[in-house]
């Protein structure tokens, strides 16, 4: 009984840590493209932001999925998640007056085995 009961918790411990090295690996993505991140697993009550990144006078908010193929990827990525998204930039934005005068965006980075991190810009509007 034991040994059942461990199971769907080491699935969500491999879930955990999967999601946090993809979010490392996107990470040194973007420094390797020129990008400074500015926070890593944002959260606030609205919602949770994997990365926050700027590059000259654009901030992105970025969504990071890693999963077998970047369709499936993509797919996991739901309305819901961006509303949730959308929410913490905008509190994010508020409590950070120094990017004012900054543009910002919504992209995602899909990690696949073997291959390297893809980014798509402009996902979603606010």
Known sequence: ??????????KKIQAYRRGIYAEILAGLYLMFTGWRVLAWRWK???????????????????EVKARQNEQSALDS???HQWRRISNAA????????QYADCSWRFDAIIIVPGKWP?????MWDD
């Open 1 to 10: 009984m034991l040994t059942e009961k461990k199971k769907p918790q080491n």
């Open 118 to 122: 893809k980014r798509f810009k402009n």
């Open 44 to 62: 606030c009550p609205l919602g949770e932001i994997d990365l926050v990144a700027k590059k000259g006078k654009i901030i992105t908010f970025i």
């Open 77 to 79: 990525i739901t309305a």
């Open 90 to 97: 905008d509190i994010f934005m508020s409590r950070q007056r």
